[in-house]
């Protein structure tokens, strides 16, 4: 049976229409009104929020690092100054995949594996979001052109233009000057990161470390604005830096070239000093350094030698070389035996060859193994007497030896803007008990009467404690800048100056100590000969392995580097001191036949005019002293 046919609804159809289109519409107007809200409320109530986004994709704030400082020695000779070099920077955030850009860097620029790995070293190292990491420095016009060329395939890879620091003199002044280098994580995590924004060098050693701040200056700004791959378009606001303020030596390029030349290619070290200013004349230490190698990033190799060589060439022998002084402690030793009341000028004592504690029987021998007989203190430092000064150290007594010789900086720091200097040692009671864990013997306080046993100290602590005796007791610390900025450096912690009860036992001892270079028997005399000045001087001898009782040194019998450092200090001229000069020369031997002529040298080259005649400037008045008759 068929169904019935059923008959169409028009109405209802024509209801079920109108429902789907008024929900339709009313859907439509809803998602409408959404979006009218949506955008009401991000254009409107967060406007000022996506603008400021937005300016922040388009605008960026880049630092500009300063100027810094230039380096001057006294007579306005650029010691370190800067030039334009093109570097390759990349910043990270905005490479993309920054391995694979730096794969095409080396593609593009036929670097070594080696390189990568440098490059990669270099982008992980600490640093600043969206901060530009240099990865190669002084680029050729060649590698220039070739990432011109590829820039589109390498993102956030630039080609910057910036100043570096290099050092002129080379090899110079690289102990004093020192030497910038890479920034490293230890130091990132110290610095300010708003003044060191866009910097990537900083100083690491001498002068260069030691003003840092005045020498780096106030870093600017600039707001650039960008594209999408970060290229910028334009320069839209510039705040300019402020530049590093310059720095002005004491140190005279001449009178560096003639000690450096004084030492005749020997390990060694020469300070120079202006006894009345403290300023440092001259600061020799050698072997030496290009400086130059580390400012952009040394090679592993090129470090590699300098560090394992066995010279040292890194070594910084003024500062931080710890040598026993042997007998160019000896005038300091007379003040203080003077100034104590042990002895008098015309105290006398006899010297057979050695000394002998009472109740003990070992000898403890002077240089002159025949003896000089009687011997006054005038004698004793002309002809270096050991045995006079053992038994003025046993008369002293290590409490007051200790005490005296500290007063003229021995063990301790003298310098004013050498952060690198060591304070050396001066040893007493109380340091070996705390050290050793012994007590102090007097066997012991004989050795320190002549500068050997445990005494230490650097050959700029000896060129002040010499200037403290020529100086008469003033305390004039050593410093390497004459002035920064127009200012001369301030010492915020003098040394007091070291007063005697008898001033005129000043006079004596520098006396004695013109004899070692005049007198008919001084120990140095040869180097005096034909100078136009007086000179005060003292020789010294500093042991480099031990020699056992009773045997004598034999230089035939001991490797080379282990023969006896040569070391003199003096003054001149004696009675109106004008440079005080202290020599070390390594394994040398003879203080007054190997370090005085060094003496000797530089002393002419700073007080000898150009037709080698003292300039007028430095002539002294005629005193007794000066004219004495020699021994």
Request: cysteine-free.
């Amino acid at each position: 049976m068929s169904q019935p046919i059923r008959i169409k609804d028009h109405e209802k159809d024509a209801r079920l229409v109108r429902g789907r289109v008024v929900f339709g519409a009313i859907a439509v107007v809803t998602l409408i009104a959404v979006l009218i809200a949506r955008l009401y409320f991000l254009q409107v109530i967060q406007y000022e929020y996506h603008s400021t986004l937005s300016e922040n994709n388009r605008v960026h704030v880049q630092p500009i690092p300063p100027t810094r400082g230039l380096i001057f020695d006294r007579n306005g000779v650029v010691v370190a100054d800067n030039r334009p070099s093109f570097s390759l920077s990349m910043t990270r955030e905005r490479s993309g995949d920054w391995q694979q850009v730096l794969d095409v860097i080396v593609e593009v620029l036929e670097m070594t594996p080696e390189d990568r790995v440098i490059f990669e070293k270099r982008m992980r190292q600490g640093r600043r979001p969206f901060e530009p990491v240099p990865i190669l420095f002084e680029l050729t016009e060649e590698q220039i052109a070739r990432i011109a060329v590829n820039q589109f395939r390498l993102p956030g890879v630039e080609v910057v233009a910036q100043l570096v620091r290099h050092y002129p003199q080379g090899a110079h002044f690289a102990h004093s000057v020192g030497y910038m280098g890479r920034i490293n994580e230890k130091e990132l995590k110290t610095l300010d990161p708003v003044s060191y924004s866009g910097t990537h060098q900083i100083g690491k050693t001498g002068i260069e470390r030691f003003y840092e701040p005045e020498l780096h200056g106030q870093v600017g700004y600039e707001e650039v604005e960008t594209n999408a791959r970060g290229r910028v378009l334009r320069v839209l606001k510039r705040t300019e830096p402020i530049s590093g303020k310059d720095i002005v030596l004491s140190l005279d390029i001449k009178l560096q070239e003639a000690a450096e030349a004084a030492l005749g290619g020997r390990r060694g070290a020469v300070v120079a000093l202006d006894p009345k200013t403290g300023e440092v004349l001259a600061m020799v230490s050698q072997p030496s350094f290009d400086p130059n190698l580390f400012v952009t990033g040394i090679s592993f190799k090129a470090y590699s030698e300098l560090r394992d060589s066995i010279d040292r060439p890194l070594f910084n022998r003024v500062l931080r070389g710890l040598y026993p002084p042997g007998s160019t402690i000896k005038p300091a030793v007379a003040i203080a035996g003077l100034d104590s009341g042990v002895v008098t000028a015309s105290t006398r004592v006899f010297d057979p060859g050695y000394y002998m504690l009472p109740n003990y029987d070992h000898k403890y021998r002077n240089w002159n193994r025949t003896g000089d007989g009687y011997v006054d203190l005038d004698t004793a430092i002309m002809r270096s007497n050991d045995t006079y000064f053992y038994d003025l150290a046993h008369k002293l007594g290590i409490d007051r030896l200790s005490t005296y010789l500290g007063k003229f900086g021995i063990g301790q720091k003298v310098s004013l803007d050498m952060f690198e200097e060591s304070p050396g040692l001066m040893p007493s009671r109380e340091w070996k008990r705390a050290t050793r864990r012994q007590a102090w013997f007097p066997g012991e306080t004989l050795i320190l009467g002549i500068g050997q046993g445990y005494m230490q100290s650097t050959p700029l602590q000896l060129a002040q404690a010499t200037a403290l005796v020529a100086n008469k007791g003033v305390w004039n610390r050593p410093h390497l800048a004459k002035t920064v900025e127009g200012e001369r450096p301030k010492d915020e912690n003098p040394m007091p100056d070291i007063i005697l009860r008898d001033p005129s036992d000043w006079t004596k001892v520098n006396h004695g100590m013109q004899q070692v270079m005049h007198g008919a028997r001084g120990t140095a005399r040869k180097a005096s000969i034909g100078a136009q000045y007086r000179i005060a001087g003292k020789s010294g001898t500093a042991q480099v392995v031990a020699i056992k009782q009773g045997e004598k040194y034999d230089r035939s019998k001991v490797q080379e580097r282990h023969r006896d450092h040569a070391l003199f200090v003096g003054f001149a001229p004696a009675d109106n001191p004008q440079i005080v000069v202290s020599v070390m020369v390594e394994n040398g031997e003879s203080g007054s036949g190997v370090a005085a002529p060094v003496v000797r040298q530089v002393m002419d080259a700073w007080l000898l005019d150009q037709n080698g005649r003292l300039k007028p400037e430095y002539a002294s008045p005629t005193s007794p002293e000066a004219t004495a008759s020699e021994e």
